[in-house]
T-cell receptor
Framework: LAKTTQPISMDSYEGQEVNITCSHN???????ITWYQQFPSQGPRFIIQ???TKVTNEVASLFIPADRKSSTLSLPRVSLSDTAVYYC????????????FGGGTRLMVKP | GAVVSQHPSWVICKSGTSVKIECRSL??????MFWYRQFPKQSLMLMAT?????????EQGVEKDKFLINHASLTLSTLTVTSAHPEDSSFYIC?????????????FGPGTRLTVT
């Protein structure tokens, strides 16, 4: 399974755009990049998934360069409620495929 | 859709007793469910993969006789912590896999906080 590396923590202020980068040098051809959000004492929640280039949904954008060895989660105009831990995972979209969570990035949004 | 529940949400038990945690997929069937453990300020660690109708697959270092997993139906998996000790105190999270598989189809429960005194 491809290992991921993320910054341990980040600070931001309300209204700013936050970009969290994840390195996954050993990503396999059939691996997808998925980001989860976790609030304290809750289970993780799916944010976004992509394979290459750019993916955007109602909450975030995901930028993936051509070599796919890294990815960047972009959160536009964060609010205090975006304070959470964000996990980057790489795994194939196969049934029964277990997920390996790395350390995650603890984002603190300040007023 | 795709809601996963856990029961109880928190439990306190005495050392030496056993505790059962339920994980249910409320609006979909899940052939595969996963159990994770998370200590404070740490990431989720996969404990075992549970497949309906068959024995669970445990990760290295997880004692299968201590953490009993039963996946008797397509909507229910249970984790029983036997002879619990204070070091088993943790946040236990399950996930259920929807159709298609992969990270996008894993739906996580809200977690169960276990405290062993």
């Amino acid at each position: 399974l491809a290992k991921t590396t993320q910054p341990i923590s980040m600070d931001s202020y309300e209204g700013q755009e936050v970009n969290i980068t994840c390195s996954h040098n050993n990503i396999a051809t059939n691996d997808y990049i998925t980001w989860y959000q976790q609030f304290p004492s809750q289970g993780p929640r799916f944010i976004i998934q992509g394979y290459k280039t750019k993916v955007t949904n109602e909450v975030a954008s995901l930028f993936i360069p051509a070599d796919r060895k890294s990815s960047t989660l972009s959160l536009p105009r964060v609010s205090l409620s975006d304070t959470a831990v964000y996990y980057c995972l790489v795994a194939a979209n196969n049934a029964g495929n277990m997920l390996t969570f790395g350390g995650g990035t603890r984002l603190m949004v300040k007023p | 859709g795709a809601v996963v529940s856990q029961h109880p949400s928190w439990v306190i038990c005495k050392s030496g007793t056993s505790v059962k945690i339920e994980c249910r997929s409320l609006d979909f069937q899940a052939t595969t469910m996963f159990w994770y453990r998370q200590f404070p300020k740490q990431s989720l660690m996969l404990m075992a993969t549970s497949n309906e109708g068959s024995k669970a697959t445990y990760e290295q270092g997880v004692e299968k006789d201590k953490f009993l997993i039963n996946h008797a139906s397509l909507t229910l998996s249970t984790l029983t912590v036997t002879s619990a000790h204070p070091e088993d105190s943790s946040f236990y999270i399950c996930s259920a896999e929807g159709s298609g598989g992969g990270p996008r189809e894993q739906y996580f429960g809200p977690g169960t906080r276990l405290t062993v005194t």
